[in-house]
C-alpha cells in the first residue's frame, strides 16, 4: 500500500512530463509551420524523427563503427547498409524520373574528398559522434558533443570557405548510377558489402539486434519523406557551415573572398531565416528530438566526465576537424555515405573506405588522447 501511494505521483508525474514534450514538439512544429510554411513545419517534424529514432533506440554511425572494428560485431554496419538500401530502392528510381523536382547526394571523388573523408572517420571516433551523432549527443546532454557542435559548426563553415580551393587539386567526373539499373546494381553491391561484413563478423555476434532493424526501417522512411517534401536527400554539413556563416556576417566578416559563399544561392541563404533551409531545420529537429527522447527516458542528467586537459583540447580539435573534413568529403556519414550511396553517387562508396580506414586510427587514438582508459 505505501509502495503504490509512493510510485502514483511519480507515474503519474512522469505522464505529465511525457505529455508535455509531445505537446511542445507539435507546437513548435505548428509554430514554423505559421511563420514561414506548412512545408518548412513539416521538414522540423522530420528532423523530430530523426532526433527520437537515433537517441531512443540507440542507433548511431560511431558506436557500430567501433563495435565492428573492435570487437568484430557486425549488427550495426548491417543495420546502415539496410537502411541505404531501402532507401535506394525507392530514391535513385526518383531521381530519374523527377530530375525536375529532386536532387541526389552527388558529388565527385576527388584528392580532398577521399582525405576528408579518411580525417572525417578518424576524428568521429575522437568524440565517438559524427555529425548526426553530435547533434544527437549535444541533444541529449553528452559534455563532450556539447563542446565539439560549435566547432563543427566553425569547421564546416572554414572548410567551405576553403573548398573550390580543395577540389582544385583534382577530381574525377560526378559518376552516379541512375534507373532501375543503378538501384539494381546500387542493391547488389550493398549485399556483397553486408555479407564480407557479415563474415568478419566474430562468431555468435552476427545478429543484427531487433532495434536496429526498427530503427534502419524507421530512419529509411524518414529518409525518404525528408527527400521527398525537401526536394533533397537528408544531408547535415551544409547546415552547420550555414549556422558558421551566419555567425561571422553577424560578427562583420566579409565572405566575397569566399568561392563557396559568395555564389548567389548561398548568399541568399545567409541573408534569409534558418527556419527556410531545409538542412538546418532537420539539424535543429534532430537536437530538439533528441532531447525529447533522453527527457522521456529520464536521462538528461549526464556527469561531467573526468577527463584530463588533453582530452578536453582534443574534442575542440576534433570537432572543428569534423566539420572541416566532412566539408572537403561532400558530406558525413548522413550526406555522403548514407545519402550518397542511396541516391546512386560513387563518391559515397569512396567516402565509406576512407572513412572507415580513418575511423580504424581513431580508435587508436582515443587513449592517447586521454578519452578512455588503455
Request: hydrophobic residues 55%; charged residues 10%; positive net charge.
Amino acid at each position: 500500500m505505501t509502495q503504490a501511494n509512493v510510485a502514483t505521483p511519480a507515474g503519474g508525474s512522469r505522464i505529465v512530463q511525457r505529455v508535455a514534450l509531445v505537446g511542445a514538439a507539435l507546437l513548435l512544429a505548428l509554430a514554423v509551420a505559421a511563420l514561414v510554411g506548412a512545408r518548412y513545419g513539416l521538414l522540423l517534424l522530420i528532423g523530430l524523427g530523426f532526433g527520437i529514432v537515433l537517441e531512443g533506440l540507440r542507433f548511431g554511425f560511431a558506436g557500430p563503427w567501433r563495435a565492428m572494428i573492435v570487437r568484430r560485431e557486425p549488427g550495426g554496419v548491417m543495420a546502415h547498409l539496410l537502411a541505404i538500401g531501402l532507401v535506394a530502392v525507392f530514391a535513385i528510381p526518383l531521381l530519374a524520373s523527377h530530375g525536375s523536382e529532386l536532387v541526389g547526394a552527388r558529388a565527385p571523388v576527388g584528392f580532398a574528398m577521399v582525405g576528408g573523408a579518411f580525417v572525417f572517420g578518424a576524428c568521429m571516433q575522437v568524440v565517438m559522434g559524427c555529425g548526426s551523432g553530435t547533434l544527437v549527443n549535444a541533444g541529449s546532454g553528452n559534455p563532450v558533443s556539447l563542446l565539439a557542435l560549435p566547432f563543427f559548426a566553425l569547421g564546416s563553415f572554414a572548410g567551405s570557405y576553403h573548398l573550390l580551393w580543395w577540389t582544385d587539386l583534382g577530381s574525377l567526373p560526378v559518376i552516379a548510377l541512375d534507373g532501375i539499373r543503378g538501384t539494381i546494381i546500387t542493391i547488389v553491391a550493398l549485399a556483397a558489402v553486408a555479407a564480407l561484413v557479415f563474415r568478419l563478423g566474430k562468431p555468435g555476434h552476427r545478429a543484427m539486434p531487433r532495434r536496429y532493424v526498427v530503427a534502419a526501417v524507421l530512419l529509411a522512411l524518414l529518409a525518404l519523406a525528408n527527400l521527398a517534401v525537401a526536394g533533397q536527400p537528408w544531408g547535415v554539413v551544409y547546415g552547420l557551415g550555414l549556422w558558421g556563416a551566419k555567425g561571422a556576417t553577424a560578427l562583420g566578416a566579409d565572405l566575397s573572398g569566399s568561392g563557396f559563399w559568395s555564389a548567389p544561392g548561398n548568399i541568399e541563404r545567409i541573408r534569409s531565416s534558418l527556419l527556410t533551409d531545409v538542412t538546418s531545420l532537420t539539424n535543429l529537429g534532430i537536437i530538439a528530438g533528441a532531447f525529447g527522447a533522453a527527457a522521456w527516458k529520464g536521462g538528461l542528467n549526464a556527469p561531467l566526465p573526468k577527463l584530463p586537459a588533453r582530452a578536453w583540447i582534443a574534442t575542440v580539435i576534433a570537432g572543428f576537424l569534423l566539420g572541416y573534413s566532412s566539408r572537403l568529403a561532400f558530406g558525413c556519414n548522413v550526406g555522403a555515405f548514407f545519402s550518397g550511396i542511396s541516391t546512386g553517387s560513387l563518391h559515397g562508396w569512396a567516402w565509406f573506405a576512407a572513412a572507415f580506414a580513418g575511423a580504424y586510427y581513431g580508435i587508436k587514438l582515443r587513449p592517447v588522447l586521454g578519452l578512455e582508459k588503455r
